[in-house]
């Protein structure tokens, strides 16, 4: 301690050189990162602007010559089979993803609650075992589970993604919305239990209205996952008006190899609502990401 | 007759005292109402997969067969496993794979919280931006690089000729050497968004007056980093390294969609392997083997994760 207090004026010198360093550092380093986050974003973008021709030139046109929306409008338009496939399998995205989201919001709701609340005998051993699921690959139980949904009849239904999806959801839902539960005060409730209500009325009336970012978050993080979701829906549905857009996409460009500036023109299309409503959250969904793990 | 129920009430009221688990279990009932739901589909979804996959195993499935008519062959699976020289391949791939991609992800993500840390202009854009690759699909994410990678196209190889550093395009995909570190730095590319923010929320819980008094005491940047700031993130660097790892570990997308694993199985990762055995060539039964493999090594995984977790909520609690 003393020798750090001696040695502190010519440390004062000093440090200020090192801050800086770091901060440069830093700076430098930021600099790299974003353009290796942003520069195939961008190249994305550029390569889904430019005609089939244009895409398959060496050198590459780093900038395209001729840009047009060929791909976006082909893509969109209901009128050729390419756009029917497309608006068709993004619709199954959105109804898969929304069901999910909605289902999974309602369960992990009370479950939650009650890992943060209650006391009650194998509460932690329940609760690892919410999350230990969460570590078993998809691969574990994609035979089994396709005997399951056999027996249930829910093969090349929308059923089974929206089942399946479900029960992953649920591990990180729980985790996540039991950290913003663990945040609301206690006293509160206790408050509205003695002026007279009821548990389960002081869950809805008080604590639901406060955990609603908690529950924006979630929904986010299940919308996310289910959007982006492929080995369910590669194994569980076959049938082409069934499919949705990471399988559809993956089905029709293993036909179509050599379209590029398609491919990627539906790449950024299935990217557009996940980043959107990524954009639009992002303050609720970093904060119940980060909580269940920093608090927990 | 009142004896009896004499008896039975001092008997009862006994064993209530012995089994003060049941007990406790019977007062507690209704809390058990808010987590049923959610057991309730996990044990259908969860519980039996997992009994079925178990028993699989035990079983040789010859493609084209009907999955009743399963025969027998004890640990012949296991031991078929263990002695093919693929299976040593998969298994080195897919270590090099879950440290590389995990080591460097969540260096890079550490990197880029602590550099986002400090207030600047732009911050909160650039940390936008930084998260993009990890919402977007991994599918999407697997197309976008296999462009990039392109043997003939491609703009890195584009790149390097424009630079002279390469005479012709070099393929990274179609060549044994390069295609797993090719792949992992796709797979860091969407991960390492993942290490920035659970270090980003860590951050914030390094306690500024530490921080200052240290200062004051003459520490240097490195000094207060690494005897600060560092020991506080201890336990959420744990978790989010034993996340990266299991998620790495159990990547799919990536290697499936870029490149099915090959070239001769230069980019056969575990859970790619296994699906091919199922899907693939039909032998359900080695596959399930594989599985089974898989849950020990994961088990162990976990112990880890919940003991560091439980870690966290000791140190929580005496705090």
Redesign the interface.
């Known amino acids: ?1 003393s020798t ?2 001696e ?2 004026p010519r ?2 010198t ?2 200020r050189m ?2 800086d360093g ?2 440069w550092g ?2 430098i ?2 600099v790299f ?2 353009l ?3 520069l ?2 961008i ?2 973008l550029l ?1 889904s602007i430019k005609s089939g021709f244009a ?6 046109q780093w900038w395209p010559d001729e840009p047009t929306l060929a791909s976006y409008q082909k893509l969109l338009d209901p009128q050729n089979s390419v756009g029917q496939d497309f608006l068709r399998f993004f619709w199954n995205s959105l109804f898969v993803s929304t069901a999910t989201t909605i289902l999974s919001v ?3 709701v ?2 939650a ?3 943060s609340r ?5 509460r ?1 051993f ?1 609760f ?18 396709f ?2 949904m056999r027996m249930l009849g829910l093969v090349n239904t929308h059923g089974s993604l929206i ?2 999806y ?2 992953f959801g ?1 591990p990180l839902a ?1 985790w996540l919305l039991k950290g913003f539960y663990d945040n609301i005060p206690v006293q509160l409730e206790q408050a509205a239990r003695i002026d007279g209500a009821t548990r389960f009325q002081a869950f809805i009336l008080i604590v639901m209205p406060l955990s609603t970012p908690g529950i924006i978050a979630t929904a986010i993080y299940s919308f ?1 996952g289910a ?2 979701e ?2 369910y829906a590669y ?1 569980f549905l076959s049938k082409n008006e069934q499919l949705t ?2 399988v559809g ?2 089905r029709f ?1 293993s036909e179509n190899t050599t379209d ?1 500036p398609g ?2 023109a539906a ?2 299309m ?2 557009v609502p ?2 959107v409503l ?2 639009v959250l ?1 303050r609720y969904f ?1 904060r119940a ?3 269940g ?4 | 007759m009142t004896i009896v129920t004499g008896t039975a009430e001092a008997r009862r009221r006994l064993q209530s005292a012995r089994s003060g ?1 049941l007990r ?2 019977w007062e ?1 009932r209704a ?5 049923l ?3 309730a ?2 044990l ?3 519980a ?3 009994y ?2 178990i028993e ?1 195993s035990f079983f040789k499935t010859p493609p084209g067969l009907q ?1 009743r008519d399963k025969i027998y062959v004890g640990f012949d699976n296991y031991t078929n496993i263990l002695t093919s020289p693929v299976f040593w391949k998969v298994t080195w791939n897919t270590m090099i794979w879950t440290l590389a991609s995990t080591f460097i992800s969540f260096v ?1 993500g550490f ?2 919280a ?3 840390h ?1 207030d600047f202009i732009g911050r909160g854009v ?1 940390r ?6 990890w ?6 994410a697997s ?3 296999k ?2 990678y ?1 043997s ?2 491609g ?1 890195i190889g ?1 790149v390097l ?2 630079l002279g550093w390469a005479d012709r ?1 070099p393929n990274f995909i179609d060549n044994v050497t390069t295609v797993l570190p090719s792949l992992i730095v796709v797979n860091i ?1 969407r991960e ?2 993942f290490a920035m ?2 270090m ?3 951050l ?2 390094v306690p500024e007056q530490l921080l200052s008094a240290a200062k004051v ?6 000094q207060r980093f690494w005897h600060v700031t560092f020991p506080h993130l201890s336990s ?1 660097s744990t ?2 390294i034993l ?1 990266l790892a ?1 998620a790495n ?2 990547s ?2 990536i290697p499936w ?1 870029m490149t099915g694993g090959g070239p001769s199985n230069a980019s056969h990762i575990w ?1 790619t392997h ?2 091919e055995l ?2 693939g060539r039909q032998l ?1 039964g080695v ?2 083997a594989y ?1 089974v493999l ?2 020990l090594i ?1 088990m162990t ?2 112990y880890f ?2 003991r560091a ?2 870690g ?2 000791r140190k ?1 609690g005496s705090a």
């Open positions: 301690m750090i207090a040695t502190a440390g004062q000093r440090r090192r801050v770091w901060r830093g700076r380093f930021l990162m974003l290796y986050t942003a195939p974003m190249w994305m390569t895409a398959m030139q060496f050198p590459p309602i369960v992990a009370p479950a609650y009650a890992f209650f006391r009650f005998p194998g932690n329940l690892f075992a919410v999350l230990l699921r969460n570590m078993f690959p998809a691969v574990i139980f994609l035979v089994p589970l005997i399951l089942l399946t479900l029960t649920l729980i996310i959007w982006n492929y080995i194994t857009l990471p996409i993956q460009f590029f491919l990627m790449s950024f299935m990217s996940v980043v990524f954009l992002q970093v990401l980060t909580e793990a920093v608090k927990h | 688990v406790r279990v507690h809390d058990y109402a808010y987590v739901p959610a057991i589909v996990m259908i979804v969860i039996y997969p997992i079925y996959t699989l999955l890079l990197g880029s602590l550099a986002l400090r650039l936008a931006i930084l998260i993009i690759p919402v977007i699909s991994a599918v999407a197309y976008i690089w462009w990039i392109h003939d196209f703009v584009a000729v424009g395009p590319w390492f968004p923010i659970m980003m929320a860590g914030q819980t005491d003459g520490a240097s940047a490195w959420v978790v989010t996340l299991v570990f159990n799919f997308i969609i859970i296994i699906y199922a899907f359900w596959a399930s599985s898989l849950f994961l995984l976990g994760y919940v977790l439980s966290n909520e929580e």
